[in-house]
T-cell receptor, first 112, second 117 residues
Framework: KQEVTQIPAALSVPEGENLVLNCSFTDSAIYNLQWFRQDPGKGLTSLLLIQSSQREQTSGRLNASLDKSSGRSTLYIAASQPGDSATYLC???????????FGTGTRLKVLA | NAGVTQTPKFQVLKTGQSMTLQCAQDMNHNSMYWYRQDPGMGLRLIYYSASEGTTDKGEVPNGYNVSRLNKREFSLRLESAAPSQTSVYFCASTTTNTWTGGLDGYTFGSGTRLTVV
């Protein structure tokens, strides 16, 4: 059974820092992995989707990498801003299934 | 360009009451999902519908029923609400083309905040 873990659970950094959020999954046989952002009291917004055949995806200041063999994905945020403060969730979709398994998220606070 | 629409956004129920949460998507997605989100528990799958005409249980199906009314709509019903069902409920959809390995990710609705007293 796929399990997804995110470390750290919470992170507080000063504005301008580059930071890395980690996601690990137990079953490397996945279709893809998706990173989401969730603001307090809001829904989930998709940030990046990495297919199993890809190593990374980039969108603006965000870069997500995928290493299936080690069961790990990282979300890199460059030059963090207070507006980046949110909870970040990763979810993997195991091969042969129709559903994503979610981690419990990393709560990020960027201090001005 | 609505994406996934959930109604209602907020609801308060008394224990034992019933209600239906509605979800509709306009992206021609074939798969739809209901999740609940609780503090410290993350997102847990209640039910999903891989395609029109099919539904399957997720991790936490007890106390819920679902109906895939057509390709666009997927409803979640609480027959007899309990305080343990106080949560935020999210609907999501995606396209699952198995031959491509699932090219699309999830699109989520904005959620329904349900309180059972």
């Amino acid at each position: 059974k796929q399990e997804v873990t995110q470390i750290p659970a919470a992170l507080s950094v000063p504005e301008g820092e580059n930071l890395v959020l980690n996601c690990s999954f137990t079953d490397s046989a996945i279709y893809n992995l998706q990173w989401f952002r969730q603001d307090p009291g809001k829904g989930l917004t998709s940030l990046l989707l990495i297919q199993s055949s890809q190593r990374e995806q980039t969108s603006g200041r965000l870069n997500a990498s995928l290493d299936k063999s080690s069961g790990r994905s990282t979300l890199y945020i460059a030059a963090s801003q207070p507006g980046d403060s949110a909870t970040y969730l990763c979810a993997s979709r195991p091969s042969g299934t129709y559903k994503y398994i979610f981690g419990t998220g990393t709560r990020l606070k960027v201090l001005a | 360009n609505a994406g996934v629409t959930q109604t209602p956004k907020f609801q308060v129920l008394k224990t034992g009451q019933s209600m239906t949460l509605q979800c509709a998507q306009d992206m021609n997605h074939n798969s739809m999902y209901w999740y609940r989100q609780d503090p410290g528990m993350g997102l847990r799958l209640i039910y999903y519908s891989a395609s029109e005409g099919t539904t399957d249980k997720g991790e936490v199906p007890n106390g819920y029923n679902v109906s895939r009314l057509n390709k666009r709509e997927f409803s979640l019903r609480l027959e007899s609400a309990a305080p343990s069902q106080t949560s935020v409920y999210f609907c999501a959809s995606t396209t699952t083309n198995t031959w491509t390995g699932g090219l699309d990710g999830y699109t989520f609705g904005s959620g329904t905040r349900l309180t059972v007293v």
